[in-house]
């Protein structure tokens, strides 16, 4: 699962922490031997190398194995929500599906997860160009009096290309001085037409790669987690026990919201809404794209991708499922 600021933060400030004082958090085939057969038997069905598994000493509640990183950390508060009190023997079915989880995600690699953080970026200059390439074609292929057509802030009239030459060319030949000012006035709000087209089209396109950016990564962030729920689905032991670890989550945000409703029933929503996220779910405060599914989305898609498995093992071996 993707891990909230403060989750992070804890991991940091326990790397700072002297190599000999990190090293008794660091569980090995050589210390848990039985925890760590089981987690390579893991990884040899998700496909990946053995991860390292750290345990950060920490009540905050999570688990995060980042993509390219080889390691999954679990917080001591973690371990004790699942009810895992040792690692010295196998992890139960929660953890395992757990683990699962993550190993998806460092399986995503860092390639992806560069692409997640900068495509974005990335896209901005790429969507710019394509704008500036499709105004450009529409200008050339538009008639100049009807692409330049505009509305004089002075003037309830609108003044073509065509005209203001034609103005133009009757000023110079000097057939009619009295239309100088007039033409200044269709020269100057034509440049100023000109400046408005040419920093839109850019900020149309900046608009455009930023945006579209933004969503494509948020699409590629939400999939990496539902992803990883399908993996944790398919190589546990008990399906039915993650989707209800994800429903039991649910349940637990849910109670957590009313508690803090009931603890300060005196403040205004909005109020309660602040101190509900600032307090209580960090996750969601630091997640401004939205872009970590909520367990309850999570669990919805989990039962319906159980679900697709059952009906494709019922298909080929319909007696084993009745």
């Not at 390292?52 to 679990?74: D, H, S």
């Not at 330049?148 to 005209?163: G, S, V």
């Not at 101190?275 to 039962?303: C, G, Q, Y």
Request: charge should be negative; charged fraction near 25%.
């Amino acid at each position: 699962m993707a891990a909230p600021k403060d989750t992070l933060d804890e991991i940091q400030a326990f790397l700072r922490r002297p190599l000999k004082e990190i090293q008794k958090y660091i569980i090995t085939a050589d210390t848990h031997p039985v925890f760590m057969r089981h987690v390579e038997g893991i990884a040899g069905q998700v496909g990946i190398e053995c991860p390292r598994i750290v345990v950060v000493p920490t009540p905050l509640v999570n688990a995060a194995g980042g993509p390219g990183t080889g390691t999954i950390f679990l917080t001591e508060g973690f371990l004790n929500m699942l009810g895992q009190k040792t690692l010295e023997t196998a992890p139960d079915k929660k953890l395992e599906m757990v683990l699962a989880h993550e190993m998806s995600h460092i399986k995503d690699g860092a390639g992806k997860m560069l692409a997640g953080m900068y495509l974005p970026w990335m896209a901005l200059p790429v969507a710019g160009a394509a704008a500036v390439y499709l105004y450009d074609k529409m200008h050339r292929h538009h008639d100049a009096g009807e692409v330049c057509q505009i509305k004089l802030k002075r003037a309830l009239e609108q003044t073509t290309q065509e005209e203001l030459d034609g103005l133009r060319d009757q000023y110079e030949a000097g057939k009619d001085a009295a239309c100088e000012k007039h033409w200044k006035d269709c020269e100057q709000a034509l440049a100023w037409q000109h400046q408005l087209w040419t920093g839109g089209k850019y900020l149309a396109g900046a608009a455009l790669g930023l945006g579209g950016g933004l969503m494509l990564s948020r699409h590629l962030a939400r999939s990496a987690e539902f992803r990883a729920d399908r993996m944790a689905i398919k190589i546990g032991r008990d399906a039915e026990a993650y989707i209800e670890f994800l429903e039991d989550a649910t349940r637990q945000l849910s109670e957590l919201w009313h508690e803090t409703n009931r603890r300060a029933p005196g403040g205004s929503f909005s109020q309660r809404v602040q101190d509900f996220v600032e307090t209580e779910l960090k996750l969601i405060k630091n997640d401004t794209m939205h872009a970590h599914p909520h367990p309850s989305e999570r669990a919805v898609h989990a039962r319906a991708y159980l679900n697709r498995l059952l009906q494709a093992e019922q298909a080929i071996h319909p007696a084993a499922i009745l």
